[in-house]
């Protein structure tokens, strides 16, 4: 057995080796393009949630070599343990319902048993995916031959998890059956299930047998050939009652020119059905499948569809199919899937939506269905294409309107929605090449790359080419590769001898880089009827560009230059222009077009935002809002929040917020200033200075108001993340000013205002795991102060931490959080002091031993009122708050923590964001009274409950055990009101921050 087990892997390893010779050999014969054929019977079983099946696979072979290997796609087996391709995908993009799922939910297809021609053949999984499968053919397929595979197959069904599955016994069949990889002129083209990333499949035939119970009403690929069901789905349609015996039914289906075969089965289908005439005169039937409750605007979904196949058919070239479906389902990948006459549409949530999703799934007939493109590897070729036409649908039926996003984002600024992804992510330097294959692809940039930057770019291409020359153009490449596989040099190939153009700036460098497209109008001068103007492409893509002369909003000429490098001159002719503009009607991807308008008479003046709202890219912006506070220092505070950029970034940012305290009767508030540069080495570097000024006390409530004013100017360096591994990190090195108001007691008898300036250095560095499933970060802080003491002798100290936060998650929702803190004094002139440093280590992070006064804090100096009770979960992370004047948690030399937190399951407690914790904390007591102390005297811990908000940006802590040392300080603070701790931490809350962490 060990010897047959050693030949098998042999054989296997020569399969593989063979792909990468078979490829070569087919290069060298042009293109061709196999041959499938199906025949299969199908049996449902709703009890258990299996389908019984029998598949005769009819191959032909009309490569210019025998094959004798088939490799095969088992897709059901995606969903049969959690360490398959989907699963570790769906756990790097954060959808971990798949990971958690019990083995009852689970699915997988076996009682495989293949044979060619009647003779039994042996086959084996691959290596590392157990979706795709070999076959060693006993008899080698000849050039023009055809041989035919049989086996039965069964399929456990899993819960609806990406594709297919069901939901009760409401079932999506699809990626269903054993089905051969594409074999073409690159070899053999294997590849595991992904819910991001799709598919590459030969076109062929099938004739399915579906059995089920008669209660089911089935909506599927193809014709139905079966006339009892065929007259059911008519009365159904009308809305006529159709009763059922309980007996099973069988329903034939045929489909020709097809790469694929989808069906959908539930007992509670509403049907409409009606027939579109196409442009060319063909009749299409078209169905409509939806539940009960979607009824009042999935009863359009005909009309929907009848108009997008004769907005495609019109556009790009005839549906050639006799009938379309659209059919609801309660769970789907991404909302929306397509396969060849059918799609399913889930997250519709009104008439447009409906409509839109329906364009572009029934686009896929075209994008996909029809242009047999490799989707895996070549995304843009069906996702790109169909949402330019999508998005032409859109400005054809909804012009003027956003159809995702509100109005009340969208109405003060030119940016499209349609481009928006796009500069979000290309403004932060994050963007990836379109031509990346999807499995590379982050999902935002999965959205960006293969879908909106593509339409962008053939949208550039039409405004450069010209409406009419473009449809032409689409219209003969669709012509002339329908049902075969076109790949990216083919469509380039049809585009530049169709258009006599080099378009190496649209393959190579909208598609195939993320280099930017930038131009800028660096110089311009009016003489007389005519403008000079000089335009610098500061990007790296030679892509052409309409420059034009404006008067107010009205375009009155426009020339398009060819793509160059560097800078050129240009002349403009146009006596009455205010302005001249680089493509004022944003033809192009340009990224920074707030360098493409250049005014020529009047001035440019920022545009004006009240409250929020996006960027206007074409112009300086000001956002202005009222904005106010409360502290119990400066009390109420009323102001004004000034900035002008919030998305997409912009290098030069602002934001500054001035505000009046009506107790402290002075100037409060806080600013930041920041620049931007993106040099090809990092994602981001970045300078700027970060400001504040608030009152304080330094003593209790009667104690006199003080102020401080903290500056902090920084340099900040990004480093690319690694999308594969999900992980960033961060380095940045800052100066830290001080300067508090203080009283000076040089003359005890006359105690005078004074500054203490205090100045200290840091570098910290910050990696993290940014992905869903078991997320990890840890920071490194190395900071550096040297000052002198109220003796006027010099003290100076070296202070390192570390900090590590991981969170192990038990359910898709619900996580274990674990946080290390350590912090130790590298040099310190004061370890040893009879007294507790301001600069010490801390256990406990509140605002009397906040000393960088990095936190914002309601009552800084606790007062001895609730607000005084607020904490960070900084340093140590504890939780309790025990107030000043205490040693207790806080050290001269070295300290240690360890914070517990577990989430509870979602549909605990009613949802309430409720969860225990427990921290234990160790601090040395380094001074000379603290020689004899035992460990219990410095081991410290505490536990109990926290209600958190936004990763306890908001959160209050509930303590209700502690070590002995901690509870005698919580006793002294009296009611268990005191012992309440809070936070509100407004660095997490700040919009900024939130813009740059959302995920990539």
């Known amino acids: 057995m060990q010897k047959v087990k050693i030949i098998f892997r042999l054989r296997a390893a020569l399969a593989l080796l063979a792909t990468g010779l078979a490829a070569h050999l087919a290069a060298q014969g042009g293109y061709f393009q196999q041959e499938t054929g199906y025949t299969i019977h199908v049996r449902l079983d709703d009890t258990s949630h299996v389908l019984h099946g029998h598949l005769a696979l009819e191959y032909t072979n009309n490569a210019p070599h025998a094959l004798d290997t088939l490799w095969l796609h088992l897709w059901p087996n995606a969903y049969s343990s959690r360490q398959t391709a989907f699963a570790k995908q769906a756990r790097a993009i954060g959808s971990l319902d798949f990971q958690f799922a019990p083995k009852s939910q689970l699915g997988g297809i076996d009682s495989l048993s293949f044979a060619q021609d009647g003779n039994a053949t042996p086959w084996r999984p691959h290596p590392e995916h157990p979706d795709i499968a070999f076959i060693l053919l006993p008899s080698p397929i000849l050039p023009g031959a055809s041989t035919t595979i049989t086996t039965p197959f069964r399929v456990k069904l899993p819960k609806v998890f990406s594709r297919l599955g069901h939901t009760g016994q409401s079932y999506q069949i699809t990626q269903w059956h054993p089905k051969p990889a594409v074999y073409d002129a690159s070899g053999w083209h294997p590849m595991p299930y992904l819910d991001m990333g799709e598919f590459y499949s030969e076109f062929g035939t099938y004739t399915v047998h579906i059995t089920l119970a008669d209660r089911y009403t089935v909506a599927a690929t193809g014709t139905l050939q079966t006339l009892e069901e065929q007259e059911r789905l008519q009365a159904l349609s009308q809305n006529q009652t159709v009763g059922h015996s309980g007996r099973l039914k069988t329903l034939t289906y045929t489909a020709d020119r097809v790469h694929d075969f989808a069906w959908f089965a539930d007992a509670r289908y509403q049907v409409r059905q009606d027939t579109v005439q196409l442009p060319n005169g063909d009749s299409v039937q078209t169905w409509a499948f939806f539940l009960d409750g979607s009824s009042s605007y999935w009863a359009k979904a ?34 929306g899937m397509e396969y060849p006459m059918i799609t399913n549409i889930s997250g519709a949530f009104d008439e447009q939506s409906l409509d839109i999703l329906i364009a572009h799934e029934v686009g896929h007939n075209w994008f996909y269905g029809i242009l047999g493109s490799n989707e895996r590897d070549h995304a843009w070729m069906d996702e790109g294409l169909n949402s330019y036409y999508e998005q032409r649908y859109a400005r ?56 909106e930057k593509p339409a962008l770019a053939l949208h550039h291409l039409q405004g450069y080419l ?98 160059f490098s560097g800078q050129r001159t240009f002349r403009l002719r146009g006596k009455a222009a205010d302005a001249i503009v680089i493509d004022p009607e944003r033809l192009t991807p340009d990224l920074r077009r707030y360098n493409n308008r250049r005014q020529l008479e009047g001035l440019s003046l920022p545009k004006l935002h009240f409250l929020a709202g996006l ?43 001035p505000a009046w305290g009506f107790n402290s009767r002075q100037l409060a508030g ?15 570097l970045s300078v700027g200075l970060r400001a504040r000024q608030f009152s304080y006390r330094n003593g209790g409530a009667a104690a006199p108001t003080l102020s401080y004013r903290r500056w902090q100017p920084y340099l900040t360096a990004d480093f690319k993340p690694n999308f594969s591994a999900t992980a ?14 203080a009283f000076s007691f040089a003359d005890p008898a006359s105690p005078s205002l004074d500054r203490d300036p205090a100045r200290l250095q840091q570098a910290r560095f910050t990696f993290e795991q940014y992905r869903r499933f078991n997320p990890y970060s840890w920071t490194f802080l190395l900071e550096h102060q040297g000052f002198e003491d109220a003796f006027g002798e010099s003290q100076r100290y070296v202070k390192a931490t570390a900090m590590i936060d991981w969170d192990f998650h038990y359910a898709p929702r619900a996580a274990v959080h674990l946080r290390l803190y350590g912090g ?82 979602p549909d605990a407690l009613l949802g309430i964001p409720i969860k225990p914790y427990l921290d234990l904390g160790y601090f040395d007591n380094a001074m000379p009274t603290g020689q004899s102390d035992t ?40 009611s268990f009101l005191q012992r309440i701790g809070f936070q509100v931490n407004f660095q997490k809350l700040n919009p900024w921050r939130i813009r740059d962490r959302i995920t990539y």
């Open 615 to 657: 960027n206007s890219d074409e112009s300086a912006n000001l956002f202005l809002s009222p904005a106010g506070g409360w502290n119990a220092h400066d009390g109420w505070m009323a102001g004004l929040l000034a900035y002008n950029s919030a998305v997409p970034e912009r290098p030069f940012e602002f934001q500054l917020a």
């Open 728 to 741: 960033r990190c961060q380095l940045e090195l800052s100066t830290l000013w001080l300067d508090r108001e």
């Open 824 to 905: 130790y004094f590298l040099y310190s002139t004061f370890r040893e002091a009879g007294f507790t440093s301001p600069f010490a280590l801390n256990l406990i992070s509140q605002g009397h031993n906040d000393y960088r006064y990095e936190g914002l804090f309601l009552d800084r100096q606790a007062a001895g009122t609730f607000a005084a009770n607020q904490l960070l979960t900084h340093e140590g992370g504890f939780k309790t708050p025990i107030g000043p004047g205490f040693p207790l948690g806080r050290s001269n030399n070295w300290v240690a923590a360890l914070n517990f937190s577990i989430d509870l399951p």
């Open 935 to 974: 460990f219990a005297d410095q081991f410290v811990w505490n536990g109990g409950f926290l209600l958190s908000v936004a990763d306890e940006a908001l959160a209050i802590y509930l303590p209700v055990i502690s070590s002995a040392n901690l509870g005698d300080r919580l006793a002294e603070r009296g």
């Open 670 to 684: 806080l600013g930041h200033l920041g620049y931007h540069f993106y040099p090809n080495a990092l994602q981001r």
């Open 302 to 335: 005909v009309p929907f569809l009848k108009r997008a196949l004769r907005f495609y058919s019109q556009q790009v070239g005839s549906y050639p199919y006799p009938q379309a479906t659209v059919v609801e389902t309660e769970a789907g990948a991404g909302g």
């Open 466 to 563: 010209g409406r009419e020359k473009m449809d032409s153009l689409m219209q003969s490449y669709f012509e002339g590769w329908s049902f075969r596989h076109p790949q990216p040099q083919n469509f380039k190939q049809h585009l530049e001898a169709g258009s006599k153009e080099n378009l190496d700036w649209l393959f190579d460098g909208l598609i195939g880089s993320a280099q930017p497209l930038d131009y800028a109008i660096r110089k311009v001068e009016r003489r007389g009827r005519s403008v000079k103007v000089t335009v610098r492409n500061r990007g790296g893509i030679a892509a052409p560009i309409p420059i034009a002369l404006m008067q107010g909003d009205t375009v009155l000429s426009q020339e398009w230059a060819s793509g």
């Open 396 to 451: 054809t039926y909804y012009p003027g309107q956003n159809t995702l996003l509100p109005e009340v984002i969208m109405r003060r600024t030119p940016i499209q929605e349609r481009e928006l992804g796009y500069l979000f992510q290309a403004r932060r330097h994050l963007e990836q090449a379109p031509a990346t294959p999807s499995g590379a692809l982050s999902p935002a940039n999965y959205f960006v790359g293969a879908y």
